[in-house]
């Protein structure tokens, strides 16, 4: 189920939806709802699984931030994140103080007495987060990296972005976007395992598209490199007020 914030209590809000293909088969969609003013911002991002994927394996993945908008940057306060499939069920709740740090951190895994211990030290010893749907929503808005490293319940990591050169994008492309767009690739400069010291990240890196549309920043495509698996994210439809 999706939710949308009332319209009136933000300047601005934002309702892009992505169409997620893998090898050109729709496995999956996106909604990635943002309302914001220059003050503080909500977000509200969820994945379904889709077609013959939905039948096979159903998947939902829903996730909600509010925070506060600093000097070009989102701050989260609360971030709660449940997935839904058709095996297991997962969560992340996290809430975080004003400067970063980390107020509570609730996740469904279960987690023995050394992997909690290092959770802690970890926390400690970076003090200052962020959410990733934060982050990726914080690149098209404001087009600049985070000042606080990214936590989502499991992993830690940076991100860090290169701009690369504009492409066109013609007619009867997947995405609905026609014209030029700005390209920006997002790598990982660190990436470590709260609970687990050799863990090692699967996503390669990311490529992201986007365009001046309705006087708003709007990522157009996602290309997402992974050592599992390689997918691609086009926008389908859009809506800014």
Known sequence: MLLLYPYHLYSKVINLQYEIDWKTVHIADIFWNISFDDKEYQIEFLIESYGLTDKIYNYESLTTVSGLIENENLKPLKYRSKTTSSNQDVFAFIDFNEDGSILNLDISKELGNEQIIMQAEFIEKYLNFTDPISQL????????????????GLNIYALSSK????????????????????TLKLTFPFFQGLHKLEKKNNIKEIIMYHSYIYDTNIPVQYDIFSKKF????????IDVN
């Open 163 to 182: 701009k690369l050169p504009s492409i066109e994008f013609k007619k009867n492309n997947p995405t609905l976007y026609t014209g030029f767009s700005n």
């Open 230 to 237: 390689n997918a691609k994210l086009y926008l389908k439809n």
């Open 137 to 152: 929503s914080q690149y098209f808005l404001f087009n600049k990296n985070s000042d606080r490293l990214i936590i989502d």
